[in-house]
């Protein structure tokens, strides 16, 4: 098996066998993703220099059996919108600086360093992560590996097309509304996003801070627990942060999912999925049913959203706007412009009004996981859409095509997860969400594991790339 093939708990074991080492593993992935820059764009930074120093020290570590533990030497690409020492954060947005070079990690990134990872490349994001398919005036189009006519998804779109193409089996990104469940869905990734304050994220001066949750993108449910067990671990520079639970999320993660209590929503706030997706979602939840759950359809669990929240957001992006001096306005992606200056206009009042809908929202769900384990719904309500979709528009409507799924659990902090349900008629990934009660990832990952052993999705993968390989 190549070893772009191989999960981060399969290097881990082959560099404590001593059949493959970190050195080796991090040169295949410099070059491979280097080798695909050109059709998928889906690096800012491939940071060769630091990445092969990281691989030798590594090296050394497992050489002597003294490893930093299970991420010591595994190759992870971190998003372009968290702080990474060493190198300036343009959050896909030419108004930043490219020479500002950041001289402190922000809390996941220390974490990852810390424990030997080798963190090789700073991947795409669409400006400030505004949207849900990654492009911007900074970094133009990232495609999706499995037909690069279509997008990867966002904000965390170059961190799943790396992991889906082979560069890199572990990729950190951000979800302030689905951002790393929705390339995952659109790539055929697993990916998770904490209970909000469970993975520290500061410094953080977005208004958006209350939703944003930093997680992982993988290949395996395995994998994304072993990255989690690193960065769930307090700062205390983040004072939303939970307080350390020593959790390893690791634990009984194969414990299957028989007499659990599990709640369907096919559409939940009022969501349209596609009749392609509604299949492939329904036959995944018929798995749930044969693998011993108790599954029960519900109805739309609350109403739409974007008449209680569309002020909320408009309102943030305003403010991000205010930080940036007008002249330089002209070079903003001209769809996160029009929404911001809308924003600039809503009323202390409206903002407010929407944060108490938010804190009805949240307590609504609360009431809810007392009395299912999960929720279940699609991921989203359509495949991938091609790379040039304009956002936000009558064509590919933010609420309705983007996040009708994914933003609700934003605003109320729930944990949440997309795991491959299946394929399109065109070949297309498409994603399950698996939500639970607030701080209960260990739930979602147990059930994660079990559909990901009943229906496994690697074979998929490892063809893609192989494919990715032999271009």
Known sequence: MSVLNMTATELSKAYSEQSTSPLEVTNQVLSHAAKLEPDLNAFRVIDTETAITQAKRSEARWQKGVPSGPLDGIPISIKDIVAVKGHACLS?????DPDLVLEQDCPSVARLRESGAILFG???TPEFGWKGITDSPQNGYTRNPWNTKHSPGGSSGGAAAAVASGSGPLALGTDGGGSVRIPSSYCGLYGIKPTFGRVPHTPNESPYATLVSNGPLSRSVQDAALMLNVMAQPDARDWYAAADQKLDFTKGINGGIEGMKIAYSPTLGGA???????EIIDNAVDKFRDLGANVTLVDDIFPPLRPLFEDYWKAGFGYILKQIPRRKWADLDPGFLALAEQGLSVSLGSYYAAHSERVRLGGKMGQFFTQYDLLLTPTMPSTSPLAETVYHTEDYDRWDDATPYTVPFNLTG????????GR???GLPIGLQIVGARYDEPTILKASRAFEAAMPFDTALKDLIERMEDR
């Open 122 to 124: 700073l991947t795409h």
């Open 92 to 96: 896909g947005s030419k108004t930043n």
């Open 424 to 426: 399109s008629a065109s």
């Open 414 to 421: 729930h944990p949440a997860a997309s795991i491959p349900a």
């Open 272 to 278: 349209n999925p596609s009749s392609e997706v509604r």
